[in-house]
């Protein structure tokens, strides 16, 4: 099954996760979230597969760096166009896997595709 793995070039996790998936001998396509993604297409579809708590990283700079209205519009609907215009909101990796998204790099998303 081939995989694509959406995230930063810089971002420990997503080298972490990569480097798992492929030592695993999986095919990974990597595209970074900032540069290479249609987050208009894609993150309608990430929320549909998810909850919003899940994918948006409430843990970053680009969070903390949000207005009290910002973080507000995340529980009334209004975190898709957040995330589209603030790529670095999305907890990495976001991984693609046939029909299935696997947000973050957690001990369960491992055990699910390696």
Do not use: H
Request: glycine share 8%.
């Amino acid at each position: 099954m081939s995989l694509t793995l959406y995230g930063l070039k810089n971002c420990d996790t997503c080298k972490k996760a990569l480097k798992a998936l492929e030592s695993a001998g999986k095919t990974v396509t990597f595209v970074d979230i900032r540069t290479e993604a249609d987050l208009a297409g894609k993150v309608p579809e990430w929320l549909a597969a998810s909850d919003v708590k899940t994918l948006v990283n409430s843990r970053s700079t680009t969070w903390r760096g949000l207005s009290d209205e910002e973080k507000a519009s995340v529980e009334t609907g209004g975190a898709e166009a957040l995330l589209i215009a603030n790529p670095t909101l999305i907890k990495r990796p976001v991984i693609e896997a046939g029909n299935e998204v696997y947000v973050g790099w957690t001990k369960q998303v491992e055990a699910a595709l390696v």
